[in-house]
Nanobody, 123 residues
Framework: QVQLVESGGVLVQPGGSLTLSCAAS????????MYWVRQTPGKGLEWVST????????YYHDSVKDRFTISRDNAKNTLLLDMNFLKSEDAGVYFC????????????????WGKGTRVTVSS
């Protein structure tokens, strides 16, 4: 069965950096677009970033563009999110997710979700 397990969420100061990881199993990771989504106190569920199966197409929410970098290691079945210049509004629970289909999808109705990892941004 599909499993997505996020890790890396910690307490970080504003302006700090953090890398989140998502370990994937139970499917052919290298075939699928992957997504990071966050749930924040202020805005609820929010799409953060998307990467294609090869890792050469990446999309970002405007609020994280130029600060976050999504990447993947298909040999290790791992999705990553490098987060820099963190702001208080970045705090929340971060999920990696995927759709059942191979194509790029929009929306937040992903078919598979991890349990999330919490990022706290505070001085």
């Amino acid at each position: 069965q599909v499993q997505l397990v996020e890790s890396g969420g910690v307490l970080v100061q504003p302006g700090g950096s953090l890398t989140l990881s998502c370990a994937a199993s139970g499917f052919t990771f290298s075939d699928y677009w992957m997504y990071w989504v966050r749930q924040t106190p202020g805005k609820g569920l929010e799409w953060v970033s998307t990467i294609n199966h090869l890792g050469d197409r990446r999309y970002y929410h405007d609020s994280v563009k130029d600060r976050f970098t999504i990447s993947r290691d298909n040999a290790k079945n791992t999705l990553l999110l490098d987060m820099n210049f963190l702001k208080s509004e970045d705090a929340g629970v971060y999920f990696c997710a995927k759709f059942e289909t191979l194509q790029l999808n929009s929306g937040l109705d992903m078919d598979y979700w991890g349990k999330g990892t919490r990022v706290t941004v505070s001085s």
